[in-house]
């Protein structure tokens, strides 16, 4: 089935500084999605990408389908950055119909 | 904003017990789905729909069943629960692009 592999598991960061996430995927996708886990349990959709690169303050994000990666990039890290951050994926040939598959998170933690 | 609705916020049954989880959205999309959430397998996804009347299957449908019975109501059942199912369910909608999610359902199955 679709795969999609994320790393790491697991994040410390002080605060100010910066890192990124990856997801590696083992079949072509059509676009990707990031969203964070807030303290509260809340999933917030943080980008939707079906090709290149966003950025959003303090959050960039790039996907090369060909490629088959995704990356997140945290920089000048905040303490509200905490939380638990995950990609999701859509294959391209998803005979399913807009099913996401996703990572199994990583857990990010700054600290001041 | 879009907006999904998960009832209830947490929920404590016992093995054979049977369980409604409801999901609403006001955002007039077509595509729901329910998810569990588990440590060590992030978001997994139990069943979907396309509209009223519809449902997919996901990858981790075993024991579980679903209703879309409007274009704004899914039901996520558990007609005889068991602790496995003990699980963080989540609800989304989807227009476009973006999937919007709910709070979460917290399901205990002693």
């Known amino acids: 089935g679709d795969q999609v592999e994320q790393s790491p598991s697991a994040l410390s960061l002080h605060e100010g500084t910066g890192s990124a996430l990856r997801c590696n995927f083992t079949t072509t996708m059509r676009a990707v999605q990031w969203f964070r886990k807030n303290s509260r349990g809340s999933l917030i959709n943080l980008f939707y990408l079906a090709s290149g690169t966003k950025e959003n303050g303090r959050l960039k994000s790039a996907f090369d389908s060909k490629e088959r990666y995704s990356t997140l990039h945290i920089r000048d890290a905040q303490l509200e950055d905490s939380g638990t951050y995950f990609c999701?994926?859509?294959?391209?040939?998803?005979?399913?119909?807009?099913?996401?598959?996703f990572g199994i998170g990583t857990r990010v933690l700054v600290r001041p | 904003e879009a907006a999904v609705t998960q009832s209830p916020r947490n929920k404590v049954t016992v093995t054979g017990g049977n369980v409604t989880l409801s999901c609403r959205q006001t955002n007039s999309h077509n595509y729901m789905y329910w998810y569990r959430q588990d440590t060590g397998h992030g978001l997994r996804l139990i069943h979907y729909s396309y509209g009223a009347g519809n449902l997919q299957i996901g990858d981790v449908p075993d024991g579980y069943k679903a209703t879309r019975t409007t274009q704004e109501d899914f039901f996520l059942l558990l007609e005889l629960a068991s602790p496995s199912q003990t699980s963080l369910y989540f609800c989304?909608?989807?227009?476009?692009?973006?999937?919007?999610f709910g709070s979460g359902t917290r399901l205990t199955v002693l």
């Open positions: 999701a994926a859509e294959a391209m040939t998803n005979s399913a119909g807009n099913k996401l598959t």
């Open positions: 989304a909608s989807r227009g476009q692009e973006t999937l919007y």
